[in-house]
């Protein structure tokens, strides 16, 4: 191969857009944000089935509204918790927008935490 040959090759490789790489869970950050995120899935999704399961039904069945009034304020606290720490979790494992809004409104439905947790960990372990 002539000089010049070799120079154009360099040129066009130097030139070439490098594929976006893989996040894995040696990537700094990973393993503390899906930590991070699996506690506050767990946290949220009890907070939300006390609420659903204990604190509704005692309100509207047995005229006793305080367990909402209590219940209520931390779920929707922790629920912000969980907001931040997927986001997080999805930012740095390379998650499109539309799974991390998907992530996030696992927090509001009963259960529903407790599955996005364990597709969490599928997503983050298969990338590795």
């Not at 120079?7 to 944000?33: F, H, I, R, S, W």
């Not at 005229?63 to 912000?80: N, R, T």
Request: net charge neutral.
């Amino acid at each position: 191969m002539t000089e010049r040959a070799e120079l154009a090759t360099d040129a066009v490789q130097d030139d070439a857009v490098p594929a976006a790489p893989a996040v894995t869970l040696a990537e700094p950050g990973v393993p503390g944000a899906l930590s991070r995120y699996r506690l506050s899935s767990y946290v949220v999704g009890v907070a939300l089935l006390a609420l659903t399961l204990v604190a509704m039904p005692l309100k509207y069945l047995a005229d006793q509204p305080a367990g909402v009034a209590i219940v209520s304020p931390i779920h929707g606290l922790l629920y912000m918790v969980y907001v931040v720490l997927t986001f997080d979790l999805g930012r740095r494992a390379g998650w499109p927008f539309g799974r991390i809004v998907l992530m996030m409104l696992a927090g509001t439905i009963p259960f529903v935490s407790f599955y996005a947790e364990r597709r969490a960990v599928a997503w983050v372990r298969a990338a590795a």
